[in-house]
């Protein structure tokens, strides 16, 4: 397949500020000695996507293709790449370069590089026809991995990030995640995996998405704003408190009201972003309770093959988690349906009319 010269549909941010969004041609991109050309089949809208819509997301650059969660498949690769060939199927990781000097990209924690180049914030990402990336950070899908539940390995790969690698949930553990969205249900799905006792909570916008937390395993279910969350963490553990609390909700009223929850010497770990970069966290309780608050940023290599393999073993239920897809010339739409808080997770199917990647 010759793609040398040819155009290909994409969602650009043109300028920075709100919207300044559209539906362009521009080339179609060839891959350089490490780097891999993939049809895109689907991209999942994420929050950094809304965010950059909205003009609120400072580590965008423009003009710039959005989308870093997706899978499609190999048409083409540069003269470096050795493992990955014409044809595969794949869903990648976000980093197309970094340094490749500093003691992150040493232990391969790309994540924390400094001079990380991301797809979808740096460069172009996958709300395209095409999207480039690089061999290091693409994965073989297997057989019995669709498209549709490949292009949320990304989120996946996050919150695999947070409950493998930051905290290691349990098997005994009795925890509460906060935020019945997309990386909420996620992380819900890799707790009831290992075995954990889990409780979701929300609000009561929140009401349709905890119904789907209760089909995907929740031991418990909570509305916030008309249950008392305390009584039952304290039925649930005997009055001796949570181990583990996972912000998913990015709301420092429902972070500060979980941390009295946790017994003492728990762990709080942050995975949702908060709105504003300061926030009045009640840091008396973790004193005083020995508490430990965990960061988590993204993902990296590491928490890739989890996720995928997750994924193969059916561990993640995409039927549950995908509401909504838009063909690639209705992404305005997608946007839309993701801002009115409607549906929970949206995908853009970006060649819709190839039927080798509708599935």
């Known amino acids: 397949m010759d793609l040398k010269n040819k155009l290909m549909d994409a969602v650009v ?8 969004m559209e539906l362009k041609q521009i080339p179609v991109p060839q ?14 809208i994420c929050g950094t996507d809304i965010h950059t819509f909205k003009g609120e997301y400072a580590n965008s650059v423009t003009p710039l293709v959005l989308g870093h969660e997706f899978a499609g498949k190999v048409v083409a690769v540069g003269t470096d790449v050795k493992q990955i060939h014409v044809g595969d199927r794949v869903t990648s990781e976000t980093t197309l370069a970094t340094c490749g000097h500093c003691e992150y990209c040493q232990r391969h924690e790309y994540n924390l590089c400094p001079n990380r180049t991301g797809i979808g914030t740096k460069a172009n990402g996958s709300m395209a026809n095409y999207v480039i990336s690089r061999e290091e950070s693409v994965h073989l899908l297997p057989d019995n991995v669709s498209y549709k539940l490949a292009a ?9 990030h947070a409950m493998y690698q930051m905290t290691q949930v349990k098997l005994q553990d009795k925890i509460l995640i906060i935020g019945p969205g997309p990386m909420g249900l996620l992380s819900l799905q890799i707790a009831k995996e290992i075995g954990a006792w889990t409780i979701v909570s929300g609000i009561t916008k929140d009401n349709d998405r ?3 937390a209760q089909k995907l395993g929740a031991d418990a279910i909570v509305n916030t704003q008309e249950e008392d969350l305390q009584k039952v963490v304290d039925q649930a553990t005997n009055g001796h408190g949570l181990d583990k609390v996972y912000d998913c909700s990015g709301s420092i009223q429902a972070v500060n009201a979980a941390l009295p929850l946790l017994t003492k010497g728990g762990t709080m770990q942050q995975v949702g972003i908060f709105a504003k970069p300061v926030n009045p966290l009640d ?6 309770h020995e508490l430990t608050y965990h960061g988590s940023r993204s993902q990296n290599p590491l928490d890739w093959p989890v996720a995928v393999h997750l994924e193969a073993k059916g ?6 988690m995908i509401t909504k897809v838009f063909p690639l010339d209705h992404w305005r739409d997608a946007f839309q349906a993701m801002m009115d808080g409607k549906e929970l997770k949206v995908l853009i199917a970006s060649n819709p009319d190839d039927e080798d990647l509708q599935n």
Not at 32 to 44: F, N
């Open 13 to 20: 941010k043109t300028a920075d500020g709100y919207d300044h």
């Open 210 to 212: 905890l119904k789907i």
């Open 315 to 320: 561990a993640i239920n995409a039927e549950q």
């Open 152 to 160: 949320m390995s990304e989120p996946l790969a996050c919150c695999v």
């Open 283 to 288: 840091e008396n309780i973790i004193i005083q």
């Open 31 to 44: 891959p350089q000695k490490d780097q891999v050309l993939i049809k895109t089949a689907y991209t999942g």
